[in-house]
């Protein structure tokens, strides 16, 4: 798996191919300083055609190796309440739940009404948190 980095404005951009051999990108990370010591992942995708083969996994195991290697404290990441696969894609990698803000995905702040998810419809953001550990 090849990496791509380029610095965006605001964070960085992780571009991951699935191999050696190829350009074409198979996932993105986005990583942003949002405060002290913090970063949050955004728009964490990997092409439709290439999902559940283990590169959402070794791309996001990737990018919190280079996080931390930063010197970055903790890492955090919020999903919808519907996103059943990305609760326990960020749980797998050792994300733990933190906070729910309910009613973020509503009309009031520019969201359609009535989404859904795996038959659930999609209301609340779910927030979870990677904290790495401290040498003693
Ligand atoms: C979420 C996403 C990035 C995962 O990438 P992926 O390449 O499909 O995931 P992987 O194949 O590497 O799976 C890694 C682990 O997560 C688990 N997982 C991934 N999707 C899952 C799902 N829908 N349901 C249950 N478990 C899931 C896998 O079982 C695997 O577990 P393992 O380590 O025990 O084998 C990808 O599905 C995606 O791009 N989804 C659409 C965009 C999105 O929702 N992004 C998140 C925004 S918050």
């Known amino acids: 798996m090849e990496q ?10 992780y571009a991951y191919s699935a191999s050696a051999d190829t350009d074409q990108v198979a996932g993105v990370v ?8 913090t970063v949050e992942l955004k728009a964490v995708a990997v092409d439709r055609q290439l999902q559940g083969r283990g590169i959402g996994k070794l791309m996001l195991q ?3 190796e280079d996080i ?11 999903t919808a309440n519907a996103g059943i696969g990305q609760l326990a894609f960020y749980q797998k990698a050792g994300f ?6 309910r009613d973020f995905f509503s009309p009031e702040r520019g969201y359609p009404e009535n989404m859904e998810d795996n038959g659930i419809r999609l209301r609340d953001m779910v927030w979870m948190d990677l904290v790495y550990p ?3």
Not at 30 to 37: F, G, N, S, T, Y
Request: positive net charge; proline residues 2%; glycine residues 8%.
């Open 4 to 13: 791509v980095r380029s610095y965006m404005q605001s964070g960085e951009l």
């Open 62 to 64: 990737r990018v919190l």
């Open 134 to 136: 401290t040498a003693t």
């Open 96 to 101: 733990r739940l933190l906070r729910i803000e």
């Open 30 to 37: 986005l990583a942003i300083p949002v405060e002290q010591d």
């Open 68 to 78: 931390r290697a930063s010197g970055v404290k903790r890492v955090l990441v919020g």
